[in-house]
């Protein structure tokens, strides 16, 4: 069974730093477009950070802080979150873009 499964999230103080893990299986290959979305309550889905052949992209309120990255031996995508903020709360979803799958989500929580 295709799937995405992200780990990591949890409660992190503002600051603090977290490393959201996004691991591929059933097919899925982490050599291909992949990228982070989050959503807090009430606001809609954004993109986060993206990963391909042509490089990297972060969104304006994450950049300098957060990191993409993959380990296509493992099959993984990796967030790391640094200087987290209280904005920074949010459902984190894994995406792979070619196929259009999405993992369950994992919750960030950034709070003193």
């Known amino acids: 069974q295709a799937q995405l499964v992200e780990l990591g999230g949890g409660l992190a103080q503002p600051g603090g730093s977290l490393r959201l893990s996004c691991v591929a299986s059933g097919g899925i290959s982490s050599r291909y477009d992949m990228g982070w979305y989050r959503q807090a309550p009430g606001k809609p889905r954004e993109l986060v950070a993206r990963i391909n052949s042509d490089g990297r992209y972060y969104a304006d309120s994450v950049k300098g802080r957060f990191t993409i990255s993959r380990d296509n031996a493992k099959n993984t995508v990796y967030l790391q979150m640094n200087s987290l903020k209280p904005e920074d709360t949010a459902v984190y979803y894994c995406?792979?873009?070619?196929?259009?799958?999405w993992g369950q989500g994992t919750q960030v929580t950034v709070s003193s």
């Open positions: 995406t792979q873009f070619s196929g259009n799958y």
